[in-house]
């Protein structure tokens, strides 16, 4: 069954930090850009990070840079995030999302994970 | 706040055509950049509706459809089933600066 499988959430102290990660089944993985949305409570999406099939390009929105990596292994078909300094902003549900290629620079998520609530209390 | 604006709520009793509304600028939608569409059920995770702004994944029924014009998009669902209640969010990509990927504020539909 391809599907992605988010863990590594929960509460989280101000300024502390938690390293989710995605098991990834089903589809070869290392074929794909991967990356992270996240939902805060009763909100909106919000895209969090992106990375290249290799590693060797990632991306993060303005809002974490700095304090979020992200990274993968492609032999455990696993995607990661560590995230620091941690802010009660930052709590939401965090989703895992497969990155498709549509046309030459386009992108867009065909596949999502069923996600993992961070939360850090102000 | 969201790059790209869509109305906060539609409505339709079963069996009519709504249509959900996303408008961005001339560096994201207005650009080289097609339009996407995710259906998030309650409590549940989004799912991809519609890509590259009219192509439906497989297992999506043609009930749902997309349109484009300029640096506006449209999504139409026709024929509405009180199952089709959910939140609807339109995104993009903008490379201007570093790549990202835009969503827009959603849309919550209600069918009456």
């Known amino acids: 069954e391809v599907q992605l499988v988010e863990s590594g959430g929960g509460l989280v102290q101000p300024g502390g930090s938690l390293r989710l990660s995605c098991a990834a089944s089903g589809f070869r993985f290392s074929s794909f850009w991967m990356g992270w949305v996240r939902q805060a409570p009763g909100k909106g999406l919000e895209w969090v990070s992106n990375i290249k099939e290799d590693g060797s390009e990632r991306y993060f929105v303005d809002s974490v840079r700095g304090r979020c990596a992200i990274s993968r292994d492609n032999a455990k078909n696993s995607l990661d995030m560590q995230m620091n300094s941690l802010r009660a902003e930052d709590t939401a549900v965090y989703y895992c999302v497969r990155v498709r290629k549509w046309r030459l620079y386009d992108r867009y998520l065909d596949l999502w994970g069923r996600g993992t609530l961070v939360t850090v209390p102000t | 706040q969201s790059v790209l604006t869509q109305p906060p709520s539609v409505s339709g009793a079963p069996g009519q055509r709504v249509t959900i509304s996303c408008t961005g600028n001339t560096s994201d939608i207005g650009a080289i950049y097609d339009v996407h569409w995710y259906q998030q059920l309650p409590g549940t995770a989004p799912k991809l509706l519609i890509y590259?702004?009219?192509n439906r994944p497989s297992g999506v029924p043609d009930r749902f459809s997309g349109s484009r014009s300029g640096t506006s998009a449209s999504l139409a669902i026709s024929g509405l089933q009180t199952e089709d209640e959910a939140d609807y969010y339109c995104q993009s990509y903008d490379t201007s600066l570093s790549p990202r990927v835009l969503f827009g504020g959603g849309t919550r539909l209600t069918v009456l």
């Open positions: 590259g702004d009219i």
